[in-house]
């Protein structure tokens, strides 16, 4: 008796320390003042040219990096799960947060507020042209409370799940057509080399105006003259992307200067806004004739969005036409790639699509996850701060852009096994296994962003892609002759030429 007491007491005093030493802890960190911004760990800045000393070779503390992702490594490695760095040429103070527990605490406290900085040449290009936008900003560069009025009401037009009861067919139509394309071309080597961007640019373009001006724009015809829409619309998207890399990443004064890549990327705004303009009007007549009596559901996102207000109408279609071509387009070659070097995922996929269609796409879907795992359209996911926070006992006053490495992160084995290889059972493997994609912390693979701000066009992209990718893998075999494919970054993933993709008919 006198022993178990003698236990019990033992015990008692124990949890009192535990608990004392606890609330030690506590107040501790409740009277500890923060510390200041400036002591996060991170590279040295100096006035105008920020931290880009550091990136000279030999003298540079962390000399030059070919991509994003040593650059990550290096840092992480260097200063450790935080990491400070200044912006050059005005560009305000960044973040990296290489703990998903650390930046999810920031994007939650922030989601609705929701800054996303970025696209500085639009937002000002869009200010100039107050007479056409009438001072309408879209979802990609509006902010606050301006960004949430505007996205509230584009929201169920583009989320809904009956898009594919309304796309379906069309988009299945576009898919057999692009399929025959390649089919028709896949001798054509040297062209395909040069040129699959341009193929698969098509596609997309021509699967997003179908959503968001309401037609078929003729991109996957044999010859396509100048000055048909559709060529104008991917030349203009080309040169968008092209010149907000020079003008948004590299050094450039084009806030002071119209510079000859500022008159550039204005005059392809302008094409983009008179194609799109065209094109909505045409939409809103053919609705005029057809008249509006229809269930709400067999609506389409044009119909929808023209009946909020034209204006949104067509500045939705706008965005929608910047956001979504190159991006799918990025991704279905990403995904053919991989499945291209792992000829037994396509095996496995094309008995899949092959099977009863009763069965679903549950494998393609964990194949394009696996895809989508591998490289992010945007390597990084980014916030700027709307109040202070304390993260790992710093300050992040407001005005800081928060960034999540998410890329980076999900190709880390201690959240994804055998991280460089490419595994789609891992999507569907169950608790037990431990390739089980549910072990990673669930903010570490973020393709579509995160929370209220994510991507508004992620349900149509993924029907485009399942449409498409199970039309061509059962029709083609995919290969690749050739070395690996090269991801390089200028404000999206990129990939660079040449491709070494070889197709045949699939028996
Ligand atoms: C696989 C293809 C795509 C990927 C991986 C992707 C990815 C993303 C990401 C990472 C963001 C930023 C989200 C955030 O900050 O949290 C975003 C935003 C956006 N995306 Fe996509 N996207 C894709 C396709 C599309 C398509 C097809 C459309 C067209 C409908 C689209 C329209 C948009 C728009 C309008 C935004 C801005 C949303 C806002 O700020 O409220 N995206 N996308």
Redesign the pocket.
Known sequence: MSRKFGCNKVFTVQVQCVLQCAFRKLSAAASVPPKPFSSIPGLKSFPIIGPLHNFLPFIGEIGPKGNIFDLLDTLRVKYGPIVKMNGAFARGPMVVLFEPEDYEQVYRAEDLT?L?PGFAVLTYYREQQKSTFEGMN???T?QGKE?RD??MK?NPA?LKPKLVKLYGPALDEIAVEMTQRLSRIKNDEEYLKWNFDTEMTKF?LE??AL??LGTRLGCLQDSIPADHPAKKMMDSTKVIFEMSYKLEILPSPWRYISTPSYKKITNAYDSHWKISTNYIKHAQKALQERGHDIPDEDKSVIEKLLAIDEKVAVV?AN???????D??A???TNLLYHLAINPKVQDKLRAEIRSDPESGSKYFRACLKEA?RFY???PA???RTSKPHVVRGYEIPEGVDVIAPNEYLSRMEKYYPRPNEFIPERWIADKSDPLYYGNAHPMVT?????????????R???L??EIFVTRFINELKVSWDGPPLKVVNKLTNTIKKPYYFKFEDAK
Request: hydrophobic share 55%.
């Open positions: 929701s996303r879209g979802t990609i509006a960004w505007f996205r584009v583009l997309s699967s997003i959503v968001a939705m965005e929608m036409l910047f956001a979504g071509i991006t799918v990025f991704v279905t989508l992010h359209v945007v996911n980014l916030r973020l393709p579509f962003g995160f929370g209220l701000r994510s991507c508004l066009g992620r149509i992209a993924q485009e892609m």
